[in-house]
Nanobody
Framework: QVHLGESGGDLVQAGGSLRLSCAAS????????MAWYRQAPGKQRELVAH???????NYADSVKGRFTISRDNAKNTVYLQMNSLKPEDTAVYYC????????WGQGTQVTVSS
């Protein structure tokens, strides 16, 4: 079993920055892709950013140029650097990891005030 521990969510003003972290622990042989999703109130969960084991990335159009996903394979951790935050970025952010199975974190709240 794999456990994902997320951190970094907070209340921030528009234009500010936050860095989310998600560390995987447990019975890990290898981690393939890692990703961040978000879900705003009343909306469906959506993909924000994805990174492969080789480091290739892709982003939702709404965050391109503002968010950066990265990973530290030695620490089994994925990060999401979020800059120039907007009120519409307010959501619960979830990490997702493919590591012999499909695992989700518990979510961390990001609130951006105008």
């Amino acid at each position: 079993q794999v456990h994902l521990g997320e951190s970094g969510g907070d209340l921030v003003q528009a234009g500010g920055s936050l860095r989310l972290s998600c560390a995987a622990s447990g019975s890990i042989f290898s981690i393939n892709s890692m990703a961040w999703y978000r879900q705003a109130p009343g909306k469906q969960r959506e993909l924000v950013a994805h990174i492969t084991s080789g480091g290739s990335t892709n982003y939702a159009d709404s965050v391109k140029g503002r968010f950066t996903i990265s990973r530290d394979n030695a620490k089994n951790t994925v990060y999401l650097q979020m800059n120039s935050l907007k009120p519409e970025d307010t959501a619960v952010y979830y990490c997702r990891v493919w590591a012999g199975g499909d695992y989700w974190g518990q979510g961390t709240q990001v609130t951006v005030s105008s």
